[in-house]
């Protein structure tokens, strides 16, 4: 293992790690939310308003932190999250996360928002789920579901919190915009970052050309420098629930809405036969001041009936899967740590990262003092008292 990696004790720690190999605009494209970050700083304090009550004396000697989601079971209640432009920040990234996920059986959902093709990426980790986000027009979302049948998807995620494009000012503070712009400032910020060029960039011009969007519909998107980007990303705020119900329809596989945050769209989701929901607030990348998932999940989980629920945004921790566990759960993603770890090494990287965040789950089982997820229960926590008492906590970074 390279000393970058034995650094890496924490998901925390790879992100100081990309910070020096990202160009500026890029890292501040993953790292960075909406407006003031107030969901951004909310997704983390959300999990330090919550504290323990272990059960001690228990035999937990032997562990069982596995697993069943829609008919599969995975190895730990832990996935990669959907992130778009995941190939721009690390060599062939889509590919080498799904990979990474097979190979530690947990799951990973695949961003509509990506830049290699969905079947590339099904054939190399067959069982990666799809996050689509859904064009404007009817014929248009038959056709990309259909691919997405033909690509032998199982499991289909529907992203619903992104009708209109967010206010994301980090990035043009940071020179990141899309179509991405070619300028002496991010020429520069290319050469100064020598291997994200050579390792990333120039191999992937090399190997297979300029990145497009390339799953936004039935066909191939915009490459990232077209104007065109723009109109592919704009066309959703007449969507709605008859477009979901129309899905229900012509899916046949597992089928979760991302982006649910109160109770009433969480009872429509189970009246519609949605097999899950992830309840999300996109990493405090959309509407800001929107409520932390972990908040909201107990009246969501109250709600749901049998509809799988799962959460993500500003997990860091084992403590924080085991949390949102004890208050209804079933498994937990993370995006952006998993991100940093592909820029920073590759597979090796994001396999260190899992396996980091696996064995916390694991070890965190055991001081809990349980043995099978399903015996974490919410009488496990206690409120804790005014969260601003954790000071540097409440600071740091977070998302899906």
């Not at 919550?50 to 995975?74: A, H, I, N, T, W």
């Not at 509509?112 to 986000?133: D, N």
């Not at 009708?163 to 980090?170: C, F, K, Q």
């Not at 996109?282 to 908040?295: N, T, V, Y």
Request: hydrophobic share 45%.
């Amino acid at each position: 293992m390279s000393k970058r990696l034995r650094d890496c004790l924490s998901l925390h720690d790879f992100e100081e790690a990309a910070r020096k190999v990202l160009p500026r605009p890029l890292f501040a494209y993953v790292s960075g939310a909406v407006e003031d970050g107030l969901s951004l700083s909310a997704n983390r304090a959300s999990f330090a308003h919550y504290g323990f009550k272990p059960d001690v004396l228990v035999d937990v000697s032997k562990r069982d932190m596995s697993v069943e989601l829609f008919g599969q079971r995975f190895t730990a209640p832990v996935g990669i999250a959907p992130m778009g432009l995941a190939a721009l920040t690390g060599y062939r990234g889509d590919v080498v996360l799904a990979q990474a996920a097979a190979e530690a059986n947990v799951p990973c959902i695949m961003s509509g928002s990506s830049l290699i093709r969905l079947e590339e990426v099904m054939e190399a980790a067959p069982g990666t789920w799809f996050q689509a986000y859904l064009p404007g027009a009817q014929d248009q979302i038959d056709a990309l579901i259909a691919r997405v049948q033909q690509a032998k998807v199982q499991t289909l995620i529907i992203t619903v919190d992104t009708p209109v494009a967010a206010n994301r000012e980090n990035n043009v503070r940071a020179g990141f915009s899309t179509p991405l712009r070619p300028s002496l400032s991010l020429m520069y910020q290319g050469i100064s970052h020598p291997r994200w060029l050579f390792a990333t960039f120039l191999r992937t011009l090399r190997q297979h050309g300029m990145p497009h969007f390339e799953n936004n519909y039935a066909t191939r998107g915009a490459p990232i420098l077209s104007s065109s980007v723009l109109r592919d990303f704009s066309d959703r705020g007449h969507l709605n629930w008859d477009h979901i119900t129309q899905i229900r329809k012509q899916w046949r596989g597992a089928m979760i809405i991302k982006g649910v945050l109160n109770a009433g769209d969480a009872a429509r989701c189970q009246r519609l036969g949605m097999d899950g929901i992830i309840v999300s607030n996109h990493g405090g990348r959309q509407l800001d001041g929107s409520a932390a998932p972990l908040q909201v999940l107990p009246e969501i989980v109250d709600t749901a009936g049998d509809t799988v629920v799962m959460l993500d945004s500003g997990i860091r921790r084992g403590t924080d899967v085991l949390k949102a566990l004890a208050l209804g759960a079933k498994a937990t993603f993370i995006g952006r740590p998993f991100n940093y770890a592909n820029a920073v090494a590759g597979s090796q990287g994001v396999d260190h990262a899992l396996g980091l965040i696996v064995e916390e789950i694991r070890r965190d089982m055991g001081l809990l003092g349980v043995t099978r997820l399903d015996g974490i229960r919410r009488d496990h926590l206690v409120v804790n008292g005014d969260t601003q008492d954790f000071g540097p906590l409440m600071n740091r970074a977070s998302d899906a």
